[in-house]
């Protein structure tokens, strides 16, 4: 299945430094959040869920995504252009808060052979720090060719090549947390 992907996209790009544990996943930061899940257990259907916001880490911009109050879906929030450790971590404080999200998820970038690459050790350093910072549950996800996949879906959507720094970091994002969306609700056999 094909993520959702909005046809025209409207991502706001932020200047300033910016704005668990998971059991079907193997590569995880541990979390000491007790909120996990038990194994089977679903929310009522249509019940509003907790939000988790996804992160595509780069050196210089992080993708950020939402998940929509009832779970299924991944919706772009914002590109964050870096500005150094502790503004950055502000920044996501900020919107931890304003939208009550209790998980992340990071993109971790491995080779094609599955070895950890470079930028997949900052993306866990980057996941550690918001579980140690936030207490939230952290999930590393997966995202081998993502961004050759946001490029596609941007161009699918008739979105032209320049200018597509300041968004194709929150499509990543949305790729992301879309895929971590739908495996877990197969693995909970749901919708």
């Known amino acids: 299945m094909i993520p959702f992907v909005p046809r025209l996209f409207y991502g706001a790009t932020v ?3 910016t704005v668990g544990e998971d059991k079907f996943q193997s590569d995880t930061v541990p979390s000491d959040d007790s909120a996990a899940e ?5 929310p009522e259907e249509g019940a ?3 939000r988790i916001v996804a992160f595509d880490v780069g050196d210089r911009r992080i993708g950020l995504a939402i998940s929509d109050p009832l779970g299924y879906t991944a919706q772009p929030l914002f590109t964050l252009h870096r500005a150094g450790r502790k503004a950055d971590l502000k920044s996501v404080g900020r919107v ?3 939208h009550g999200v209790k998980e992340a998820v990071v993109g971790n970038p ?3 052979s599955g070895d950890q690459s470079p930028q997949a050790a900052k993306a866990q350093a980057f996941a550690e720090e918001l579980r140690a910072e936030f207490g939230i ?3 590393l996800w997966d995202e081998r060719l993502t961004t050759t996949q946001a490029h596609r879906h941007l161009d699918d959507a008739g979105h032209a090549a320049i200018g597509r720094k300041g968004i194709i970091d929150q499509v990543a994002a949305v790729l992301i947390l879309q895929s971590f969306l739908e495996a877990r609700a197969n693995r909970r056999g749901g919708p």
């Open 137 to 139: 549950t952290v999930h």
């Open 15 to 17: 200047t300033l430094g």
């Open 38 to 42: 038990p194994a089977g257990q679903r």
């Open 96 to 98: 931890l808060r304003r």
């Open 48 to 50: 509003l869920v907790p």
């Open 110 to 112: 491995l080779y094609m």
